[in-house]
């Protein structure tokens, strides 16, 4: 059974940088063909695609966040980490982890609600 | 890269069939058959109900349903339910090699 579990802080503060971690088990993140993706929805809003790493390190970011986006895994940990620069009121969301596998998102972790004020 | 195109709202009496249009470019929509659909319900994660543009993953109802043709794919109901009722995500592979979701579709059952 593949279950994922986003973790950090429910509070930043502007221009701060936002560190978050996937936990992850039921699978193995060092198989071609899988992948972890960070996906965020603003209060009301849509979702937003944000990055994804594959199994062979494979990283990829959102055109208009790539400047401030970085993700990293830890096999050993079974984690992806995901982190966001710069942040602005607006980054405001609930931030996802799914579990990726033939070009869709077929596990969610529950979502981590951030919340960027002063 | 803007949002792919989905109607805000749709609805439909129970036992209906309603779609769900998803418009896109020849970015990602059009050269892919790799259109995903989410259903989310308040407060929930997304769950995926068809991906790969018209495969059901196991365990989704068979009335659910995915199409394409040209730039826009679209998802069908059939025998509309109560249960139905819940936002409604298209997400395609794009040629940079990233995904792109929809606006949203909020579905209705009257």
Not at chain 2, 48 to 54: A, D, H, R, S
Request: glycine residues 10%; neutral net charge.
């Amino acid at each position: 059974q593949i279950t994922l579990k986003e973790s950090g802080p429910t509070l930043v503060k502007p221009t701060q940088t936002l560190t978050l971690t996937c936990t992850f088990s039921g699978f193995s993140l060092t198989s071609s063909g899988v992948g972890v993706d960070w996906i965020r929805q603003p209060p009301g809003m849509p979702l937003e695609w944000l990055a994804f790493t594959s199994g062979t390190d494979d990283k990829h970011y959102s055109p208009s966040l790539r400047s401030r986006l970085s993700i990293t895994r830890d096999i050993s940990k079974n984690q992806v980490v995901l982190t966001m620069t710069d942040m602005d009121p607006v980054d405001t969301a609930t931030y996802f982890c799914a579990h990726g596998v033939d070009y869709a998102f077929d596990v969610w972790g529950q979502g981590t609600m951030v919340t960027v004020s002063s | 890269q803007s949002a792919l195109t989905q109607p805000a709202s749709v609805s439909g009496s129970p036992g209906q069939s309603i779609t769900i249009s998803c418009s896109g470019t020849d970015s990602d929509v059009a050269n892919y058959n790799l259109v995903s659909w989410y259903q989310q319900h308040p407060g929930k994660a997304p769950k995926v109900v068809i991906y790969e543009g018209t495969k059901r993953p196991s365990g989704v109802s068979n009335r659910f349903s995915g199409s394409k043709s040209g730039n826009t794919a679209s998802l069908t109901i059939s025998g509309l339910q109560a249960e139905d009722e819940a936002d409604y995500y298209c997400c395609s592979y794009t040629r940079s090699g990233t995904w792109l979701f929809g606006g949203g579709t909020k579905v209705s059952v009257l």
